[in-house]
Structure formats: structure tokens, C-alpha cells
């Protein structure tokens, strides 16, 4: 069945770039999304990439897809603080098109 | 424009009670996917409704269920409540069917309903 596969942890040092990878396995998969969650809060949408593009940047954000290894990554640019939050990787796939999510990735930006 | 609503935020229940869950779609979405949120089990799909018909399921058991009206707010029902029922319950809409849309079809999610069972 469809799997979404990321790291759990990630910490980095304000101002550096933040890098949070993502596998997937559903070959369909027609978008791939970032969504990130803050404490005691729903899901906030953060950015999505369509199949056949590799690259996507949108600011600080950064999406690179290999479709052919089934990569997702999510590169944040000046990490700050406010980015403290955790990280889910999702794809829509499956036969019903439902959006299927990785555990999450808790990024810790230290000052 | 107003967000998802969801409500209540938090709730306690005790094992063998009943909960009812609302959710208020974003104005114009038609779609609305409930997600269970453990730290165990990370999120998972319960099932999308989409013009009054559930659309999709997850693998949960009969005790879930849920329902859409004609204004497309959905409620969601626990019944004979467990203790592995304690979880955070997160809403989603979108302006069509997760299968049939065109495009991202982004889902955007409510704040979450907070469900513990003592």
C-alpha cells in the first residue's frame, strides 16, 4: 500500500538552512504537499508540487522532487525561530485520492 | 473568509460513552475529510463526504462514523468510546471530491477537536 517515510527530528542553528526529506512510494502520486503544524494548532498548508516538476521555490521554500527515487524534500532558507514546528510530507495518491501523511519531521530552531 | 471551524475544541469523555464532533467547512467547499492525529500512529484518513455521501474510508472500525448536511458541515460520531480513542481530530475541506477534483485541490484543515478518554 502507499507509505510516506520521513525523519522524525531535525535541529539547526537560526540562520542556517533547514533541509526536511521525504519518501514516498506511490508512483501515481499526482501533487505532493508540505503542510507544517504548530503547537496546538490544525495543519497549515505551506506549499505543493504537481508531479512532473522537479523544482518549486516560493520564497524561503524550496521543493525538490525526484520522481524517479520518490524524494520529496523541503528546503527552508534562513531558519528562524517562528519556524519551530513540525513537518508532514504528504502525496495524494491512492485508488480514492486521499491524501496520505508521513509522521512528521519536529524541526528545532536554536538561537 | 472564515477558516474550517471545528468544535468543540477539547473534550473528556469515559470508556462506553458516545462523542459527536462538528465541522464548518471553508464558504464554498464541498469536501470535508476527518483525519485521527496520534502521537503513535501519526495521521490517519477516517473518511471523506462529499455532497452528503461519504465518498471514502479508512480502515476504522464501525464505531466511526460521520455525516454530511446540505449546508456541507459534517459531524463525526465515536461511539462506545476506548481509551485508544483519545487523539486530536482535524477537519478538512476542499472545493471538490479527493478523487475527482482537477488541480491540487488543496485541503485546508481546522484547528482540531481534542478528544480524551479516562
Known amino acids: 500500500g502507499e507509505d510516506v517515510e520521513q525523519s522524525l527530528f531535525l535541529s539547526v542553528r537560526e540562520g542556517d538552512s533547514s533541509v526536511i526529506n521525504c519518501t514516498y512510494t506511490?508512483?501515481?502520486?499526482?501533487?505532493l504537499y508540505w503542510y507544517k503544524q504548530e503547537p496546538g494548532a490544525g495543519l497549515q498548508l505551506l506549499t505543493y508540487i504537481f508531479s512532473n516538476m522537479d523544482m518549486k521555490q516560493d520564497q524561503r521554500l524550496t521543493v525538490l522532487l525526484n520522481k524517479k527515487d520518490k524524494h520529496l524534500s523541503l528546503r527552508i532558507a534562513d531558519t528562524q525561530t517562528g519556524d519551530s514546528a513540525i513537518y508532514f510530507c504528504?502525496?495524494?495518491?491512492?485508488?480514492?485520492?486521499?491524501?496520505?501523511f508521513g509522521k512528521g519531521t519536529k524541526l528545532s530552531v536554536k538561537p | 473568509k472564515a477558516g474550517v471551524t471545528q468544535t468543540p475544541r477539547y473534550l473528556i469523555k469515559t470508556r462506553g460513552q458516545q462523542v459527536t464532533l462538528s465541522c464548518s467547512p471553508i464558504?464554498?467547499?464541498?469536501?470535508v475529510s476527518w483525519y485521527q492525529q496520534t502521537p503513535g500512529q501519526g495521521l490517519q484518513f477516517l473518511f471523506e463526504y462529499f455532497s452528503e455521501t461519504q465518498r471514502n474510508k479508512g480502515n476504522f472500525p464501525g464505531r466511526f462514523s460521520g455525516r454530511q448536511f446540505s449546508n456541507s458541515r459534517s459531524e463525526m460520531n465515536v461511539s462506545t468510546l476506548e481509551l485508544g480513542d483519545s487523539a486530536l481530530y482535524l477537519c478538512?475541506?476542499?472545493?471538490?471530491?479527493?478523487?475527482?477534483?482537477?488541480?491540487?485541490?488543496?485541503?485546508?484543515f481546522g484547528a482540531g477537536s481534542r478528544l480524551t478518554v479516562l
Open positions: 478538512a475541506s476542499s472545493l471538490a471530491s479527493n478523487g475527482g477534483g482537477r488541480g491540487a485541490n488543496v485541503l485546508t
Open positions: 504528504a502525496e495524494r495518491g491512492g485508488s480514492q485520492g486521499n491524501l496520505i
Open positions: 506511490d508512483s501515481s502520486s499526482t501533487y
Open positions: 464558504s464554498g467547499h464541498r469536501s
